[in-house]
């Protein structure tokens, strides 16, 4: 039985691996700086700086929809008042991984109220009545999902932990945008959008 061996274009080849002795140095070096190493490809600062801006979307995120789960009234309004509550837990848990991922950067997480919304993509809009409210969640997690994917495509392999942070947290803004889209279909009485 003969073994073939084949030949890969340098840009196929398996990444440098460093020796034991090498990683165990480099550990023992700037201890300061945490978690960020010297093979830490991307620019902290900037990192921290779109994470804010992040941490800031999901506050205001947890906001409104905790205000849309308590003010939503109508006929059928309790299925739709236990959506907004579910969805403000997960977008708290989104805020919660955030905040902990600035930390280990470094950073100290950016909660104060001052400006919050002028740092966020999303916008605190409480909407007049039921049908307005899930308009306003969709918008918003619309807004979420453009900008998670966007900031996923930046990360690349730059900063893989936030990268692959950010791809669970746009998971489950696709699920809420759907959720509001089923909700403003059920409740608006119009047939589905057209699907491509």
């Given at each position: 039985?003969?073994?073939?061996?084949?030949?890969r274009p340098k840009s196929e080849t398996k990444p440098f691996l460093s020796d034991v002795k090498t990683l165990r140095e480099r550990a023992r070096k700037h201890l300061d700086t945490g978690a960020v190493t010297s093979t830490y490809q991307g620019d902290v600062g900037k990192t921290i700086e779109i994470l804010q801006a992040v941490l800031a979307t999901e506050i205001v995120c947890v906001l409104r929809y905790t205000m849309h789960s308590i003010a939503a009234s109508g006929i059928?309004?309790?299925s739709v008042r236990a959506e907004f509550a579910e969805h403000a837990?997960?977008?708290q848990a989104h805020m919660l991984a955030v905040a902990e991922r600035i930390n280990q950067l470094g950073g100290a997480p950016n909660f104060n109220p001052e400006g919050l919304a002028t740092r966020s993509a999303s916008q605190y809009v409480e909407g007049d009545n039921l049908i307005d409210m899930i308009k306003e969640n969709l918008i918003a997690e619309r807004i979420a999902v453009d900008h998670y994917r966007e900031l996923i495509r930046y990360f690349g392999d730059d900063d893989p932990?936030?990268?692959v942070m950010l791809e669970g947290i746009l998971s489950v803004e696709e699920e809420h945008a759907d959720d509001m889209h089923?909700?403003?279909?059920?409740?608006?009485?119009?047939?589905?959008?057209?699907?491509?």
């Open positions: 039985m003969s073994t073939t061996t084949i030949d059928s309004s309790d837990k997960e977008e932990t936030t990268r089923d909700l403003l279909v059920a409740h608006e009485g119009t047939p589905m959008l057209p699907r491509t």
